[in-house]
Antibody, heavy 119, light 108 residues
Framework: EVQLVESGGGLVKPGGSLRLSCVAS????????MNWVRQAPGKGLEWVSSINSRSTYIYDADSVKGRFTISRDDAKNSLYLHMKSLRAEDTAVYYC????????????WGQGTLVIVSS | SYVLTQPPSVSVAPGQTARITCGGN??????VHWYQQKPGQAPVLVVY???DRPSGIPERFSGSNSGTTATLTISRVEAGDEADYYC???????????FGTGTKVTVL
């Protein structure tokens, strides 16, 4: 089955760190650019970070630049988001999203993992 | 930074047509993608590259993009179309993806 499964979310204190994981299956992971998108409770979608298929290009939203790091391990079909210096406003469901080949749309999404930043 | 503006809500009767707009500077020069998100679920791509549909998406969903406005049109609206809809583009000037503010479609 073609799918993305996120994990690693949870409750963390302000200033803390967390690593999210996304495991891909059913498709050739190494050929796709990958992304993280988040959604705060009751709010809209916010793009967080992107990494290309060869890990040579990484783009980050201004709101997370310098605090979040996207990475991938093609041997493990896995995408990661390392988050540090977490703030209350980082509380959200974090989605892993596959970028379609040769285009900029996100054609496959995981079910999301919830991160709560609170003392 | 680039901004995409959508109406907060659109209401439509079953069987009628819903039109959801997405406004942005020179938006017609970009490729616009549209996502449907139902409560508690992940987003689903419904239109990409302005007007193309992924496999499995009904022909009732169509898109257009010109000037400063892109439009997602849902024809013959059904109760199951009730959801939040988001437009999205790649802004090459900032190397950022941008999502629209989102539109809640209510089927009366």
């Amino acid at each position: 089955e073609v799918q993305l499964v996120e994990s690693g979310g949870g409750l963390v204190k302000p200033g803390g760190s967390l690593r999210l994981s996304c495991v891909a299956s059913g498709f050739n992971f190494r050929t796709h650019h990958m992304n993280w998108v988040r959604q705060a409770p009751g709010k809209g979608l916010e793009w967080v970070s992107s990494i290309n298929s060869r890990s040579t290009y990484i783009y980050d939203a201004d709101s997370v630049k310098g605090r979040f790091t996207i990475s991938r391990d093609d041997a493990k079909n896995s995408l990661y988001l390392h988050m540090k210096s977490l703030r209350a406003e980082d509380t959200a469901v974090y989605y892993c999203a596959r970028q379609a080949l040769a285009t900029g749309n996100f054609d496959l999404w995981g079910q999301g993992t919830l991160v709560i930043v609170s003392s | 930074s680039y901004v995409l503006t959508q109406p907060p809500s659109v209401s439509v009767a079953p069987g009628q047509t819903a039109r959801i707009t997405c406004g942005g500077n020179n938006l017609g020069d970009k490729s616009v993608h549209w996502y449907q998100q139902k409560p508690g679920q992940a987003p689903v791509l419904v239109v990409y590259d302005d007007r193309d549909r992924p496999s499995g998406i009904p022909e009732r969903f169509s898109g257009s993009n010109s000037g400063t406005t892109a439009t997602l049109t849902i024809s013959r609206v059904e109760a199951g179309d009730e959801a939040d809809y988001y437009c999205q583009v790649w802004d090459s000037s900032s190397d950022h993806y941008v999502f629209g503010t989102g539109t809640k479609v209510t089927v009366l």
